[in-house]
């Protein structure tokens, strides 16, 4: 990592099916910028397991696809992806799955890095799939943080938020303590990352 301070960003990465983890990616967001950092919200495109073919290279609408470029050159990353079986989507996965060049180069060591999902039931998987998401991140070589209990919203939240990252089961709307924990995990990432950057 580089002292330079131009176009400092953390990356929020996230696939979207219904919407729901868009609203977390877009509190998260606020917390970044919190922060004083900039929040580079990004997507993937849906993926089909039969032939393995992609959307358009441009949505329609929404935010844009993440390109290799994107996550190499954040200073700090923020991944999202609904539970699918306790694991992440489909399309989050061969996303990552692509990044090996990415770890051959090292370019993620030493960012700070965490986690974000949702789903349609309260334990519908949330917190596996926030844990199975860390890992092709520790192999990227990224530093992990979650949510800790200084956030007095984990203690009284009665929808989704975890220690591992944010969560929300999945309603018309994320509930005050969920918005609270998205905004303080965005913040903590972004001040992780000013940290971290004056160290490398």
């Known amino acids: 990592m580089t002292n330079n301070t131009d176009n400092v960003y953390i990356l929020v990465l996230y696939y979207s099916r219904h919407g729901h ?5 877009d509190q998260i967001a606020l917390g970044i910028e919190s922060a004083g950092l900039e929040a580079r919200l990004r997507t993937v495109p849906a993926i089909s397991a039969v032939c393995e073919a992609t959307d358009a290279e441009i949505p329609d609408k929404g935010d844009i696809y993440c390109s290799a470029e994107d996550l190499a050159q954040c200073s700090g ?3 999202g992806s609904p539970t699918r079986f306790g694991n992440m989507a489909a399309p ?6 692509g990044t090996a060049n990415l770890w051959l180069s090292g370019q993620l060591i030493d960012k700070p890095a965490g986690v974000f999902t949702s ?3 309260l334990h519908g998987g949330q917190e596996s799939t926030l844990l199975s998401m860390m890992l092709p991140l520790l192999h990227q070589g990224m530093v992990i943080a979650g949510v800790p209990y200084s956030e007095t919203a984990l203690t009284s939240t009665h929808s989704g938020g975890t220690p591992y990252g944010s969560s929300h089961v999945e309603n018309n709307c994320l509930s005050s303590e969920e918005i609270q924990i998205c905004r303080s995990h965005g913040r903590r990432i972004a001040m992780l990352a000013s940290k971290l950057r004056t160290e490398f």
């Open 21 to 25: 983890v868009k609203l977390l990616a």
């Open 77 to 79: 990353l923020l991944m």
């Open 92 to 97: 989050l996965k061969y996303f990552i799955d």
């Open 119 to 121: 789903s349609s039931s």
